[in-house]
T-cell receptor
Framework: EPEVTQTPSHQVTQMGQEVILRCVPISNHLYFYWYRQILGQKVEFLVSFYNNEISEKSEIFDDQFSVERPDGSNFTLKIRSTKLEDSAMYFC??????????FGSGTQLSVL | GDSVTQMEGPVTLSEEAFLTINCTYTATGYPSLFWYVQYPGEGLQLLLKATKADDKGSNKGFEATYRKETTSFHLEKGSVQVSDSAVYFCALSRNQAGTALIFGKGTTLSVSS
């Protein structure tokens, strides 16, 4: 069964550093998403992406965040200057149609 | 804004016990409702969904009924197994591709033999 792949599974970085989280969505999917979950809190929507542009973003997704689909297979989330409060599990998802999202297993980001 | 509230965990049950995980929502309009499950070390997987009032979603012995009058979508299973141990997330969406799913905090279920 096709799946969404995320790398790395764990990322440790120093505060102020840039990080790039990578995702390979399912190949025929057209909609891509990033979510995050801070330990003990809700899974929060960050951004959705369709047709090479952002279709929706949350208040969390400020100027420090950006997304890109650099080629036909990858979908990346960049955090320009990480803060301690960016520490969370980041989930990528993709879908071919409304609502049926397929999630990756997540990248645990730790900002020290 | 739209939101989902689900019961705090963890929920600890013995095998073959009855499971209920409560979920209520706040939303404008007529959202679709979902239960996702996350097994250890894996991503979230869609367990079941319902798209309109009184619909019942079901999968793998789990059921949930969309109750508009009580704005609820409680997850139930008549007889849990050890393999059901996971984190369960209730979620809603505004029925448009590319828009956000709004999740609850998740409820951890632990089933012992």
């Amino acid at each position: 069964e096709p799946e969404v792949t995320q790398t790395p599974s764990h990322q440790v970085t120093q505060m102020g550093q840039e990080v790039i989280l990578r995702c390979v969505p399912i190949s025929n999917h057209l909609y891509f998403y990033w979510y995050r979950q801070i330990l003990g809190q809700k899974v929060e929507f960050l951004v959705s992406f369709y047709n090479n542009e952002i279709s929706e973003k949350s208040e969390i997704f400020d100027d420090q965040f950006s997304v890109e689909r650099p080629d036909g297979s990858n979908f990346t989330l960049k955090i320009r200057s990480t803060k301690l409060e960016d520490s969370a599990m980041y989930f990528c998802a993709s879908s071919a149609e409304a609502e049926k999202l397929f999630f990756g297993s997540g990248t645990q980001l730790s900002v020290l | 804004g739209d939101s989902v509230t689900q019961m705090e965990g963890p929920v600890t049950l013995s095998e073959e016990a009855f499971l209920t995980i409560n979920c209520t929502y706040t939303a404008t309009g007529y959202p679709s409702l979902f239960w996702y499950v996350q097994y250890p070390g894996e991503g979230l997987q869609l367990l079941l969904k319902a798209t309109k009032a009184d619909d019942k979603g079901s999968n793998k012995g789990f059921e949930a009924t969309y109750r508009k009058e009580t704005t609820s979508f409680h997850l139930e299973k008549g007889s849990v197994q050890v393999s059901d141990s996971a984190v369960y997330f209730c979620a809603l969406s505004r029925n448009q591709a590319g828009t956000a799913l709004i999740f609850g905090k998740g409820t951890t279920l632990s089933v012992s033999s």
